[in-house]
């Protein structure tokens, strides 16, 4: 059996393409950016001595990590309306799914990461008559974050191929695009591929970087 591969559609489609890119971008950078701000603060509630605070954050956290991103991206859009009497549109509900999503996970490698440091630093901070935020601030997260910024950069590369899922609510970013001109022209090995190149070139600079990052901190450490 032999194909003929045609790429010359993709020639004339390409700003297509480029706008589901650009739409796969709007959703991958504030859900990272909202999901590192909220997953820091999940963190440090799950740290809390309080069950009162821990509890709850830990619920939310297992409630999203337990559950598929899609069935959660579905869930928004439609139980919102209904629960809270809010219709999404389908772009703010993959954007809300995939940033709670993403917390949920950066909460847990900020508490891995508090929690691997030596409980005699933050004895040493306090007898220097530090309090626990100023400890937890001065002492503990600079270290922290240089040891998290791998699983960091590799949560940023798992969120942007998990955009793809947003394109069952039709959120126009590049799988969406990618499926609409392959119903279109009937070529869907042409285009599918050429999607999963341009997903490629996306996330492979992250992979880069993300290698780069363990090899020098390993070097310091």
């Given at each position: 059996m032999t194909y003929d591969w045609d790429f010359s559609l993709l020639v004339q489609n390409w700003p297509v393409l480029l706008r589901g890119l650009l739409v796969t971008?709007?959703?991958?950078?504030?859900?990272?950016?909202?999901?590192?701000?909220?997953?820091?603060?999940?963190g440090l509630a799950r740290l809390s001595r309080s069950g009162?605070?821990?509890?709850?954050?830990?619920g939310a956290i297992e409630v999203f990590r337990g559950t598929p991103v899609l069935i959660?991206?579905?869930?928004?859009?439609?139980?919102?309306p209904i629960v809270i009497g809010v219709q999404l549109t389908p772009f703010v509900a993959a954007l809300l799914g995939l940033t709670l999503n993403t917390a949920a996970y950066c909460a847990e490698i900020f508490r891995g990461g508090v929690q691997s440091i030596p409980k005699g630093q933050f004895e040493?901070?306090?007898a220097?008559?530090?309090?626990?935020?100023?400890?937890?601030?001065?002492?503990?997260?600079?270290?922290?974050?240089?040891?998290?910024?791998?699983?960091f950069t590799n949560r940023a590369i798992e969120l942007a191929k998990v955009t793809s899922l947003a394109s069952v609510l039709s959120v126009h970013e590049l799988m969406y695009q990618g499926r609409?001109?392959?119903?279109?022209?009937?070529?869907?090995?042409?285009i599918?591929?050429?999607?999963?190149?341009?997903?490629?070139?996306?996330?492979?600079?992250?992979s880069v970087l993300s290698a780069r990052l363990e090899r020098r901190l390993a070097a310091r450490s």
């Open positions: 971008v709007e959703l991958w950078i504030p859900a990272m950016a909202a999901g590192l701000a909220l997953g820091f603060l999940l009162w605070i821990a509890k709850p954050a830990l959660q991206l579905i869930w928004f859009f439609y139980a919102c040493g901070a306090r220097l008559g530090m309090t626990r935020s100023h400890a937890m601030r001065r002492v503990i997260l600079p270290q922290v974050l240089r040891r998290m910024l791998p699983a609409l001109l392959s119903s279109t022209y009937y070529r869907p090995l042409e599918l591929t050429s999607v999963a190149i341009v997903y490629f070139v996306l996330i492979y600079p992250g």
